[in-house]
């Protein structure tokens, strides 16, 4: 029983004397690590005054967001209405800009499409194609002026046109 004392107080002896030479040398190599410390506190003084700059300048963009922020324009939307082979108006004037909406208040549906028919090139936006009876079209916009001729692809005889101003 003591000698297993002895054995293992050997192998206590020995564990901390290694510990100690272990503890020692990394405390050797430890002055290299105070210089790497030094030289990066240096460095954080560099990028402070940077930041600070930007934090002063931001001041002014937000005062000119609220300039920007009062543009709404409402656009002025015209109904043509479509009912049982007649358009009406006949003739719709706008303005550049403004928009038009066919609305199909009969029993019958329409196809309403650009002129000339069949190629319906004049005006691509025009080209509205089937509008079932009750329904009511997207806005088209007019960006240019001029005048645009429609008719119903179902039945050609069937016409009117928008003048945009
Ligand atoms: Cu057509």
Redesign the pocket.
């Known amino acids: 029983m003591s000698s297993s004392a002895k054995v293992w107080l050997g192998v206590l002896v020995t564990v901390i004397v290694i510990a100690g030479a272990y503890y020692f040398y990394m405390q050797q190599a430890n002055p290299v690590t105070p210089a790497t410390t030094s030289s990066t506190s240096t460095d954080d003084e560099t990028p402070t005054p940077a930041g600070q700059s930007p934090l002063g300048g931001a001041t002014t963009p937000s005062t000119s967001t609220d300039t920007t922020t009062s543009t709404t324009t409402p656009v002025t939307t015209t109904t043509v209405t479509y009912k049982n082979g007649v358009f009406t108006p006949a003739t719709t004037t706008i303005k550049k800009g403004e928009s038009v909406v066919f609305s199909n208040t009969g029993t019958t549906s329409v196809?309403i499409?650009s002129?000339?028919?069949?190629?319906?090139t004049t005006y691509l936006p025009l080209n509205i194609g089937i509008l079932s009876a009750g329904k009511t079209s997207s806005a088209i916009s007019f960006p240019t002026a001029g005048t645009y001729g429609y008719?119903?692809?179902a039945n050609?005889t069937e016409t009117g046109k928008i003048v945009v101003q």
Do not use: A, G, Q, R
């Open positions: 196809t499409d002129d000339p028919h069949p190629t319906h008719h119903n692809h050609e």
